[in-house]
Nanobody
Framework: QVQLVESGGSLVQPGESLRLSCTAS????????MAWFRQAPGKKREAVSC????????SYKNNVKGRFTISRDNAKNTVYLQMDDLKPEDTGVYYC?????????????????????WGQGTQVTVSS
């Protein structure tokens, strides 16, 4: 059983930055591809970014490329999402997720169905 706890969400103004953290309480964290998703009110959950278990290869949705950076610290069982130049459309609840089954080493997916453990979410609001 893997428990994921996100933190770092806040209310910020457009153009500002935030760093989200997600810490896993158990499991072989360094073997799990990890991802960040977000969900705005009234909208479907969408992928933001993912990072592989080995080589730490990253993928991003087009609407955050160049502004968001995903990283991981396996010694701390933590994955991060650095968000710069935030826009109002980035508002939503941000969730981290871990893929622990059917893992293909060196690959991560930007689809929710690939992930079997989820955190409770942290609210990010971008507004002037």
């Amino acid at each position: 059983q893997v428990q994921l706890v996100e933190s770092g969400g806040s209310l910020v103004q457009p153009g500002e930055s935030l760093r989200l953290s997600c810490t896993a309480s158990a499991g072989a964290f360094d073997q799990y591809p990890m991802a960040w998703f977000r969900q705005a009110p009234g909208k479907k959950r969408e992928a933001v970014s993912c990072i592989t278990d080995i080589n730490e290869k990253t993928s991003y949705k087009n609407n955050v490329k160049g502004r968001f950076t995903i990283s991981r610290d396996n010694a701390k069982n933590t994955v991060y999402l650095q968000m710069d130049d935030l826009k109002p459309e980035d508002t939503g609840v941000y969730y981290c997720a871990a893929e622990t089954i059917n893992v293909i080493q060196g690959q991560c997916d930007l689809v929710p169905a690939a992930y079997d453990y989820w955190g409770q979410g942290t609210q990010v609001t971008v507004s002037s």
